[in-house]
């Protein structure tokens, strides 16, 4: 239930839009020792496809998650696959140079192909559409149209929007795609040997505990969203979560496309079926911000014949320079891999990670894999801010605490939970695990 257009809206569903209208498969719980070539940990998106990915080479792979597969962040997802990830290609332009800017474009754009290429075969929704990234800001308009000029990458200018509120612009990529998310996962699994209900506990060398069994393997793959293990990496310095919000309205005017403002607390459109899409409302989890109420305000305003028919909620890694962690979990770590920090964007680096990981579990050199390194340098503004708000949380004296690094938890009015502003952790209001990198439950003083 809600309040919209100044009355009750009768039903609102609270899931996405993706898990009312597909079904996916369930497995069985690992309950006995297994040997594998390699151990994928994590059942979403990026874990799935590298599991699909690893089987069509010829590779034996297991996957063990936590829960359900796809039912956390691939869930929740607006499902865009693009290779325009905002305003990025001037940042990387200016932070890595045209080559490795050129590379993150190709590396996205030969995801997109792949995913095409998979959804001839498979109904899934799956339609190619325009991608637009708009701004009210002029000048960075001028910034990234010139950026893309100077790698060699084809865009284009659009003046006029078809969105309800004003803009400068956007700019526009061709034959991007959307799809149904669960749909395609419910069409890619069935074949794989997956264990759900399965929780890593412990790493060894080549070994995972979990609750009920081990699991010996001669790669690890640690897809599981944020990654858990803190021995290695430092991933609790470098990245940290986003909340983001979608609600799904009926009787909108549609809009011919994707959007996405170019601002961190913009706004995203999409269609699906007569559904519009509006996502936003987006903070740093554990922080304030609008959530569903910002959006609902902005549909009052500028849909006031429309209805909400699904509202739902997302957690997204990001990273210190706007690039995905894919690689090597660590220097230290030849025979672990992580997929990570994808940066709202984790439909098309779900399949980047399948492409890179892959090839690296099959000893080949991929000309992407420089650019995603989880080695490269963490010397960012970001980093310092990081740093920062996990002193200040492990220092503030209430309770409850984050089991995972200790720092003190916030409660969140809007979702009803106990969320973690230092590395995202969230638990519902009675301690049970919801996000991680905790790995288990809390206690809730009454």
Not at 89 to 110: D, H, I, M, P, V
Not at 112 to 126: A, P
Not at 320 to 344: C, H, Q
Not at 368 to 375: C, L, R, T
Request: net charge positive.
């Amino acid at each position: 239930m809600s309040i919209f257009r100044g009355k009750i809206v009768t039903v609102i569903i609270m899931k996405s839009v993706w898990q009312d209208n597909a079904t996916l498969p369930s497995f069985k719980p690992l309950k006995k020792d297994v040997t594998t070539d390699v151990l994928i940990i994590g059942g979403g998106m990026a874990g799935i496809l590298c599991a699909y990915s690893l089987k069509n080479a010829g590779i034996s792979a297991v996957l063990v998650e936590s829960g359900k597969i796809c039912s956390s962040v691939t869930a929740h997802t607006t499902a865009k696959i693009t290779s325009q990830h905002g305003f990025i290609y001037s940042k990387l332009l200016k932070e890595f140079g045209a080559n490795a800017a050129r590379l993150y474009y190709n590396a996205n754009q030969t995801a997109i192909s792949r995913y095409r290429q998979l959804c001839r075969k498979i109904d899934c929704d799956f339609n190619e559409a325009t991608s637009v990234v708009y701004s009210n800001n002029p000048k960075k308009i001028e910034a990234e149209l010139s950026a893309l000029s100077t790698i060699g990458i084809k865009a284009d200018f659009k003046k006029d929007l078809p969105l309800p509120m004003p803009t400068s612009g956007g700019i526009s990529f061709s034959r991007q795609a959307q799809f149904n998310p669960l749909k395609f996962v419910s069409a890619i699994c069935p074949d794989l040997t997956i264990y759900e209900n399965t929780r890593v506990r412990e790493l060894a060398p080549n070994t995972a505990l979990c609750d009920n069994a081990k699991i010996k393997a001669k790669i690890i793959i640690v897809a599981t969203h944020f990654p858990f293990d803190n021995k290695h990496g430092s991933y609790f310095l470098k990245m940290y979560q986003e909340r983001s919000y979608v609600i799904a309205l009926e009787n909108a005017l549609p809009v011919d496309g994707m959007y996405v403002d170019e601002n961190e607390k913009g706004l995203s459109f999409r269609n699906y079926g007569d559904l519009l899409l509006l996502g936003g409302g987006s903070h740093r989890t554990g922080k304030n911000g609008g959530n569903w109420t910002e959006l609902e305000k902005f549909a009052l305003k500028y849909y006031p014949s429309a209805k909400i028919k699904y509202r739902w909620a997302t957690q997204d890694c990001m990273t210190l320079d706007g690039v995905p962690y894919i690689g090597n979990y660590s220097k230290n770590t030849p025979d672990m891999y992580v997929a990570t920090g994808f940066n709202k964007w984790g439909m098309t680096s779900s399949m980047v990670a399948a492409m890179l990981l892959t090839d690296a579990v099959c000893g080949k050199k991929n000309a992407y894999a420089e650019v995603f390194s989880p080695s490269r340098t963490i010397l960012r503004p970001k980093l310092a801010c990081n740093a920062v708000s996990a002193v200040c949380n492990l220092l503030t004296p209430t309770a409850p605490r984050c089991p995972h690094l200790g720092c003190a938890l916030k409660w969140n009015s809007a979702e009803h939970s106990w969320d973690c502003p230092c590395h995202g952790s969230r638990f519902d209001k009675n301690g049970k695990l919801l996000d991680n990198p905790a790995t288990g439950d809390i206690k809730i003083r009454p």
